[in-house]
């Protein structure tokens, strides 16, 4: 069965450095997204990704963070400076297609330390 | 602006019994509704949906869940529960056009005794 896939499980960095948080979507998905969980906390949903451009966005995802769909299998989330607070579990969502416009898949998540 | 609550943060049932989770939703036109369960060390699993039609879902793993417009609930049913449920519950609630954000509770977490 067709899964997303994130990639590293578990990243540790300094503050202030920069993060990439990489996801492989489902095939045939149209949508992407990113949601963060802060430990204790709800999931959040932070951004959505559509033809190649951001079409909605919390407050949350501030110029701190960016995304990309660098070759068109691949999905990033960036962290620019890194600040303790973005210390969370991020999840990566794929969905829409014909047959299930609104349907969500997630990855197992990334791990985000900032130390 | 839409919300979810999920009243419980821990359940414990024993294994065999039943279990119903709980959750309320606040969204002003017809919302599209999900449940995902999450075990230790994996991703949220997609466990039933609502979108429109029969307010009474079947889901995966014996789950159902039965859609309450009058009391905008959206509760989680299983009549025995397995030691292999034991994990996180969540509630989600999203506005049903493709790309829609979806907006969380903030989890139950399921404790199973043998």
């Known amino acids: 069965e067709p899964e997303v896939t994130q990639t590293p499980s578990h990243q540790v960095t300094q503050m202030g450095q920069e993060v990439i948080l990489r996801c492989v979507p489902i095939?045939?998905?149209?949508?992407f997204y990113w949601y963060r969980q802060i430990l204790g906390q709800k999931v959040e949903f932070l951004v959505s990704?559509?033809?190649?451009?951001?079409?909605?966005k919390s407050e949350i995802f501030d110029d701190q963070f960016s995304v990309e769909r660098p070759d068109g299998s691949n999905f990033t989330l960036k962290i620019r400076s890194t600040k303790l607070e973005d210390s969370a579990m991020y999840f990566c969502?794929?969905?829409?297609?014909?047959?299930?416009?609104?349907?969500?898949?997630f990855g197992a998540g990334t791990r985000l330390s900032v130390l | 602006a839409q919300s979810v609550t999920q009243p419980d943060i821990h359940i414990t049932v024993s294994e065999g019994a039943s279990l119903e989770l709980r959750c309320n939703y606040s969204?002003?036109?017809?919302?599209?509704l999900f449940w995902y369960v999450q075990s230790p060390g994996q991703g949220l699993q997609l466990l039933l949906k609502?979108?429109?039609?029969?307010?009474l879902v079947q889901g995966i793993k014996g789950f159902e869940a039965e859609f309450k417009r009058s009391q905008s609930s959206f509760n989680l049913r299983k009549p025995s529960v397995h030691w292999s449920d034991a994990a996180e519950y969540f509630c989600?609630?999203?506005?049903?056009?493709?790309?829609?954000?979806?907006?969380f509770g903030g989890g139950t977490r399921v404790l199973v005794k043998p």
């Open positions: 969502a794929s969905g829409g297609t014909l047959i299930a416009k609104n349907i969500q898949y």
């Open positions: 989600a609630v999203g506005a049903g056009a493709a790309g829609n954000k979806l907006t």
């Open positions: 969204y002003g036109a017809t919302p599209y």
């Open positions: 609502y979108f429109s039609g029969d307010t």
């Open positions: 990704f559509y033809n190649n451009e951001i079409s909605e």
């Open positions: 095939s045939n998905h149209l949508y």
